[in-house]
T-cell receptor
Framework: DVKVTQSSRYLVKRTGEKVFLECVQD?????MFWYRQDPGLGLRLIYF???????EKGDIPEGYSVSREKKERFSLILESASTNQTSMYLC?????????????FGAGSRLTVL | QKEVEQNSGPLSVPEGAIASLNCTYS??????FFWYRQYSGKSPELIMF????GDKEDGRFTAQLNKASQYVSLLIRDSQPSDSATYLC?????????FGKGTSLLVTP
């Protein structure tokens, strides 16, 4: 089974801090995604990447950046954390060649910004 | 705006009944459609996906797709208390999935 591992399950940061959320997948998937999930708003796409060093903005990229230096790793960066970035962050990966291109999610990282 | 709409619920059904979950989408270019289940505090997990108009069955689950009406549904037969969760409809217009906000399902013993 594909495993998507998010480095931190819970994080507490202060306003203005730089925050790194790391995601690693172990099945050689080309595509990786970062979503955030908030009550009443559902899952919203922040950024995705379809290849190493490639990135595309999703629906809510403001305040975030990403890095994909290696195929298995996709990092989400909050340059200067703000309280409205308190959320559950979900990383996912998928394999284009599978046809369905099914997303497999990590366990999530719950970030609280004080 | 690529909308995926679901009733938030909660949808309450008795154990053993059929639960019917519905979803509409706005992007006519969407090619594939997914149902994910999410238990409280957990990440979404795939139940099934469907490409073509009609029904697709997998165990107790049946996905139904009508592209002309831009409508996809999920039927859960013989509902069990363990099916109580939030069900997310997702649509793929391009690389990433657009998700609905989910329907909360409660199966009562």
């Amino acid at each position: 089974d594909v495993k998507v591992t998010q480095s931190s399950r819970y994080l507490v940061k202060r306003t203005g801090e730089k925050v790194f959320l790391e995601c690693v997948q172990d099945m050689d998937h080309e595509n990786m995604f970062w979503y955030r999930q908030d009550p009443g708003l559902g899952l919203r796409l922040i950024y995705f990447s379809y290849d190493v060093k490639m990135k595309e903005k999703g629906d809510i990229p403001e305040g975030y950046s990403v890095s994909r230096e290696k195929k298995e790793r996709f990092s989400l960066i909050l340059e200067s954390a703000s309280t409205n970035q308190t959320s559950m962050y979900l990383c996912a990966s998928s394999y284009t060649g599978s046809g369905a291109n099914v997303l497999t999610f990590g366990a999530g990282s719950r970030l609280t910004v004080l | 705006q690529k909308e995926v709409e679901q009733n938030s619920g909660p949808l309450s059904v008795p154990e053993g009944a059929i639960a019917s979950l519905n979803c509409t989408y706005s992007d006519r270019g969407s090619q594939s459609f997914f149902w994910y289940r999410q238990y409280s505090g957990k990440s979404p997990e795939l139940i099934m996906f469907i490409y073509s108009n009609g029904d697709k069955e997998d165990g107790r689950f049946t996905a139904q797709l009508n592209k002309a009406s831009q409508y996809v549904s999920l039927l859960i037969r013989d509902s069990q208390p363990s099916d109580s969760a939030t069900y997310l409809c997702a649509v793929r217009p391009s690389w990433a999935l657009n998700f609905g906000k989910g329907t909360s399902l409660l199966v009562t013993p």
